[in-house]
């Protein structure tokens, strides 16, 4: 705390530390057990719309299935969202879904659409997307586009110096603790043991490891699928 002050100082911001900070207001998240529609007109020729749903409390484990769930359901071109409303419907020129889990401890998890297109087709609009939230088709193309879209994050991901305080933050935030990140060794065996039931050779260890390639991560997973 004292290097903090004494850095916060040194850029002439002064003695933040004895100034009265305001108490922070805690918003309740209000269950979404009814409908309700807000309205507001702008003048455009176009309308935009967005569901909201508020969902459970945050759950940690969940993390990466919402991850998965997103890839393949609302987030990008190759999503079913797009796929269906956008390009095979032509029902929006914008169109978007999302799970979004929370970021701190004892907050909602809630279920987020937007969609924006011609006046005329709001109506016909609105109930596909609810046809598809309530209904999730299923595509093992898109679903495989999911996965290697997720592969290629963690294959790309890089942790630079200014992002380590604030997944620190983010991390206590949830309520979770840093770990450093796992060997190549026990990365191996993890998703080995994941998706097979099985641990891995020895010979597949040894490989894994010695293997410094940025496709290795993917080309595991690829064989072991």
């Given at each position: 705390e004292d290097g903090i002050r004494?850095?916060?100082?040194?850029?002439g911001l002064g003695d933040v530390y004895k100034r009265q900070m305001p108490k922070a207001i805690i918003f309740e998240e209000l269950p979404t057990t009814k409908n309700k529609v807000f309205w507001t007109d702008f003048d455009m020729v176009q309308t935009e719309f967005m569901l909201l749903n508020r969902l459970d409390l945050l759950d940690n484990k969940l993390t990466s299935k919402i991850q998965l769930y997103n890839n393949?359901?609302?987030?990008?071109?190759?999503?079913i969202v797009f796929q269906e409303?956008?390009?095979?419907?032509?029902?929006?020129?914008?169109?978007?879904?999302?799970y979004r889990q929370?970021?701190?401890?004892?907050?909602?998890?809630?279920?987020?659409?937007?969609?924006?297109?011609?006046?005329?087709?709001?109506?016909?609009?609105?109930?596909?997307?609810?046809?598809?939230?309530?209904n999730l088709p299923k595509s093992e193309e898109l679903f495989d586009i999911a996965k290697k879209s997720i592969i290629n994050t963690l294959?790309?991901?890089r942790i630079t110096k200014?992002?380590?305080?604030?997944?620190?933050?983010n991390l206590q935030k949830k309520?979770?603790?840093?770990?450093?990140?796992?060997?190549k060794a026990t990365?191996?065996?993890?998703?080995?043991i994941d998706l097979i039931g099985l641990p891995p050779t020895p010979e597949a260890v040894d490989a894994f490891v010695h293997n410094q390639r940025a496709e290795a991560y993917g080309e595991l997973v690829d064989r072991l699928l």
């Amino acid at each position: 705390e004292d290097g903090i002050r004494d850095l916060v100082r040194s850029r002439g911001l002064g003695d933040v530390y004895k100034r009265q900070m305001p108490k922070a207001i805690i918003f309740e998240e209000l269950p979404t057990t009814k409908n309700k529609v807000f309205w507001t007109d702008f003048d455009m020729v176009q309308t935009e719309f967005m569901l909201l749903n508020r969902l459970d409390l945050l759950d940690n484990k969940l993390t990466s299935k919402i991850q998965l769930y997103n890839n393949y359901f609302g987030s990008g071109m190759g999503s079913i969202v797009f796929q269906e409303i956008r390009e095979a419907q032509g029902l929006a020129y914008s169109v978007g879904a999302s799970y979004r889990q929370a970021t701190k401890k004892n907050r909602y998890d809630q279920m987020l659409a937007y969609v924006g297109t011609q006046s005329d087709k709001q109506k016909e609009a609105m109930k596909s997307i609810n046809q598809l939230i309530n209904n999730l088709p299923k595509s093992e193309e898109l679903f495989d586009i999911a996965k290697k879209s997720i592969i290629n994050t963690l294959e790309s991901e890089r942790i630079t110096k200014s992002s380590i305080i604030w997944k620190y933050i983010n991390l206590q935030k949830k309520g979770l603790k840093p770990a450093p990140r796992a060997s190549k060794a026990t990365l191996i065996r993890r998703v080995t043991i994941d998706l097979i039931g099985l641990p891995p050779t020895p010979e597949a260890v040894d490989a894994f490891v010695h293997n410094q390639r940025a496709e290795a991560y993917g080309e595991l997973v690829d064989r072991l699928l």
